[in-house]
C-alpha cells in the first residue's frame, strides 16, 4: 500500500489526532479508582458498586468494539475519532456533576463509551495514514495511552485532597477536548482540500465511501472463523481482565493491609508506568520476531510471582510485587501490534481489531467483580488470585495462536 495522497502537513496533524485520543483512552478508569473509598462514603455504596464501577470500563469497550465498525464505516474513520473524543470530554465533564451513583455511572458510561471507539479505530487510522511506519507510530499511540494511564493514577487522591473528588474527576474533560479540537482540525482541512472527506483504499483516492476499512465485517471478513481472531481475543481479553481487575481492586487490597489511600493510588500508578514501558519496546521488539510468543510466556511468568507476593505478603515488598505484576499486561501492547502484523490491509485490521476487542472485553467483564464477589465469599484474597492465575493460563494459550506467523486474510473462511 502506498503512502496516502496527502501533504506531511496533513498527516501530521492526523498525527496529533491519533495521539492526543491515545491520551484520553484510559484516563476514565484510573482517575477514579484511586477515589473509590471517598466516593463510597459520599454516595453510601459498598463492594457490589465498587465491582460495576470496574466492570464498565471492559462492558463499554466491548459494546464498542462491536458497534464502532458500523458507526465509522457510516460516518468516516475521522468523525468516528471526532466523535469518541466529543462522547469522552461530554462523560469526563458529566462525572463531575454528579449528585448520586447513577449519575456518576451514567458520566463514566459516557465517557468509556468514546473511548470503546478511540480503540478500534485507532489502529486502522494508523494502518490509513502510516502503512509505512506501523511499529513506530504503535509505540508512540501505545505511550500515550500509558501516559493518560499512570498521571490519573498519581494525581486522584492528591487533586481531591486539595480541590475536591469533583474537580479530581472532571479536570481530564480538559485533554479530551483537545484532541476534539485536533480532529476537527482534521475534517476541516480534509474539507477545504478537497470538498468532500477523501478516503483512502489500496492507495487509491476515492470520494463517498467514508471508511472502506470499516465496511461491515459480515458483508466482507469473517474473524470469527479464524483460530488467529480467537487466540488474539483470548490473549487480549485475559489480559484485560487482570489488568481491569487491578485497576479496581489493587488500592483496596493495599489499604487492607495497611497501607494510605495515597499509597494505594501511587502502586496504581507504578503498575501502569509498567504498561508504559512496554507500550514503548513492545512493538518494535515484535515487529522483529517471526513469532512473539516467547514474550508472553514471561509475561505470565510475571503473573506466576506477582499474585503471590501479593497474596501472602503484600506490605513486604508492595514495590517489587507490583513492578511484576505490571510486566504482566505487556501482552496488550503486543495484542495492539499484532492486529496490523497478522493482517495484509486496513480492512483487515479494522475487522480483526473489533473482533478482537468486541470478543476480548466481554470476556473481561467478569473479572473486577468476580474478583470482589471471590473476596467476600472467604473475606480474604486466595479465591480471587486463585482466579487470576487461571485467566493467565488462558492468556498463554491464546498467545500461542495470536503469535504465529500467517494472516489474518489467508485463512480458511475467512474472505
Not at 154 to 161: E, I, N, Q, R, S
Amino acid at each position: 500500500m502506498s503512502s496516502p495522497a496527502s501533504p506531511w502537513t496533513g498527516r501530521a496533524l492526523v498525527l496529533a489526532g491519533i495521539l492526543l485520543s491515545a491520551l484520553n483512552l484510559r484516563t476514565a478508569v484510573t482517575s477514579l479508582t484511586p477515589l473509590l473509598d471517598v466516593l463510597s462514603a459520599q454516595f453510601g455504596f459498598g463492594p457490589t458498586v465498587v465491582g460495576m464501577f470496574g466492570m464498565l470500563p471492559t462492558a463499554a469497550f466491548a459494546a464498542f468494539g462491536v458497534a464502532t465498525p458500523r458507526i465509522a464505516h457510516r460516518i468516516g474513520l475521522e468523525r468516528a475519532a471526532l466523535l469518541s473524543m466529543a462522547l469522552a470530554a461530554a462523560g469526563l465533564s458529566a462525572r463531575a456533576f454528579a449528585g448520586s451513583v447513577p449519575a456518576l455511572a451514567l458520566g463514566c458510561a459516557v465517557a468509556l463509551a468514546g473511548m470503546g471507539m478511540g480503540n478500534v479505530v485507532l489502529p486502522p487510522l494508523v494502518k490509513r495514514y502510516f502503512p509505512q511506519r506501523v511499529g513506530t507510530v504503535s509505540a508512540l499511540y501505545l505511550t500515550l495511552l500509558q501516559v493518560g494511564t499512570i498521571v490519573p493514577a498519581l494525581a486522584a487522591v492528591p487533586l481531591a485532597d486539595a480541590a475536591g473528588w469533583q474537580v479530581s474527576l472532571g479536570v481530564w474533560a480538559l485533554p479530551a477536548l483537545i484532541a476534539t479540537l485536533a480532529w476537527l482540525g482534521v475534517l476541516w482541512r480534509e474539507r477545504q482540500r478537497d470538498g468532500v472527506l477523501a478516503a483512502v483504499h489500496d492507495g487509491a483516492v476515492r470520494a463517498g465511501d467514508a471508511a472502506p476499512e470499516l465496511a461491515t465485517p459480515s458483508a466482507k471478513l469473517r474473524p470469527w472463523r479464524s483460530p488467529l481472531a480467537w487466540g488474539l481475543a483470548l490473549m487480549f481479553g485475559m489480559t484485560s481482565l487482570i489488568t481491569y481487575s487491578m485497576f479496581t481492586w489493587l488500592p483496596k487490597l493495599m489499604t487492607g493491609a495497611g497501607a494510605s489511600p495515597a499509597f494505594g493510588g501511587t502502586m496504581v500508578a507504578l503498575f501502569s508506568a509498567l504498561g508504559l514501558c512496554s507500550a514503548l519496546a513492545m512493538p518494535a521488539v515484535a515487529v522483529r520476531l517471526r513469532n512473539p510468543f516467547p514474550l508472553a510466556v514471561v509475561c505470565a511468568l510475571s503473573y506466576a510471582i506477582a499474585f503471590p507476593g501479593l497474596l501472602l505478603a503484600p506490605m513486604a515488598a508492595p514495590i517489587l510485587w507490583v513492578v511484576l505484576l505490571g510486566i504482566g499486561p505487556s501482552t496488550f501492547p503486543l495484542s495492539l501490534t499484532l492486529i496490523n502484523l497478522r493482517t495484509r490491509t486496513p480492512a483487515g485490521s479494522a475487522a480483526l481489531s473489533g473482533f478482537m476487542q468486541g470478543v476480548g472485553y466481554t470476556l473481561s467483564c467478569a473479572g473486577p467483580i468476580l474478583f470482589g464477589v471471590l473476596h467476600d465469599l472467604r473475606g480474604g484474597w486466595g479465591l480471587p488470585f486463585a482466579f487470576l492465575s487461571l485467566c493467565a493460563l488462558v492468556m498463554v494459550t491464546g498467545s500461542w495462536q495470536a503469535c504465529r506467523q500467517r494472516m489474518l486474510e489467508d485463512e480458511p473462511g475467512v474472505a
